[in-house]
């Protein structure tokens, strides 16, 4: 089982949608923004440096900017809020969220024309997903690595749904005892490989088929697709 800041790192450094929550910003989100409602904004770019702060790229007159400037050595507290929504079509699409604590400040000379880059100092980290929902601290996101599959786990698990549906159907006939009539990938890591399945009066369930070893890269993900695959359909 991966980690939680594992798998806060991973979305972090992931595709997933984020949005900047910062207390008492005024943006042209619709209705009334105060400290308990604060306004969202969302990066241009966002990473991770060595030492675990997040940066995100902003237009340069982006109200975060604007509030980080003018700050100066006051702290201006924020969360990074993730949501991680699975790439193919199935029911409860949401796999997860993710919420990133911290302070912002500028950091001046770092992005093109027209653009700032902001760092969120990272405080503390909350994570709820298919794993359950655990609480991370700042030292552990920093010591953490992003699953080595982040940056291809879309394309991949839509290429499996798409073009090899046959082959990960064969695992209905491996929860054949759960009544499973249909299968799509629903998520992928380099431990394994997660399955929703549907039965037949429309409720569906998720099953995880954990790879022998650890996968480090797209081929030896296909191996451990294949021998999986393989064992499905023997």
């Known amino acids: 089982m991966p980690s939680a ?23 042209a989100r619709p209705g009334p923004l105060s400290a308990a409602r604060p306004g969202p904004l969302t990066a241009d770019v966002r990473s991770v440096g060595p030492d675990g702060d997040i940066f995100l790229v902003f237009p340069a007159d982006a109200p975060a900017v604007r509030a ?20 193919v079509s199935v029911p409860h699409r949401i796999r997860g969220r993710a919420w990133v604590s911290g302070w912002l400040t500028p950091v001046p000379g770092q992005a093109g024309p027209g653009r700032m880059m902001l760092r969120l100092e990272v405080g503390g980290a909350q994570v709820d ?3 359950g929902a655990d609480v991370v601290d700042a030292e552990e996101f920093a010591a953490a690595e992003p699953d080595p599959l982040v940056r291809h ?13 046959e082959q990960v159907g064969l695992l209905c006939g491996l929860m054949e005892r759960e009544g499973a009539t249909r299968a799509t990938p629903l998520a992928l890591d380099r431990l394994g490989l997660r399955v929703r399945f549907g039965r037949r009066d429309g409720h ?31």
Not at 5 to 27: D, H, I, M, N, Y
Not at 205 to 225: C, G, N, Q, Y
């Open 153 to 165: 786990e879309t394309e991949l698990l839509q290429h499996l749904a798409l073009a090899h549906g």
């Open 129 to 131: 997903d298919l794993w």
């Open 68 to 87: 980080a400037t003018h700050a100066q050595d006051d702290e201006v507290p924020a969360v990074l809020e993730l949501t991680d929504v699975a790439p």
């Open 5 to 27: 800041a594992e798998r806060t790192r991973t979305l972090v450094q992931s595709t997933c949608s984020a949005v900047l929550l910062v207390p008492g910003l005024s943006t």
């Open 204 to 234: 569906t369930f998720d099953a995880r088929f954990d790879f022998p070893e650890p996968v480090t890269d797209v081929t030896a993900l296909r191996r451990a697709l294949h021998r999986l695959f393989a064992a499905a359909a023997a």
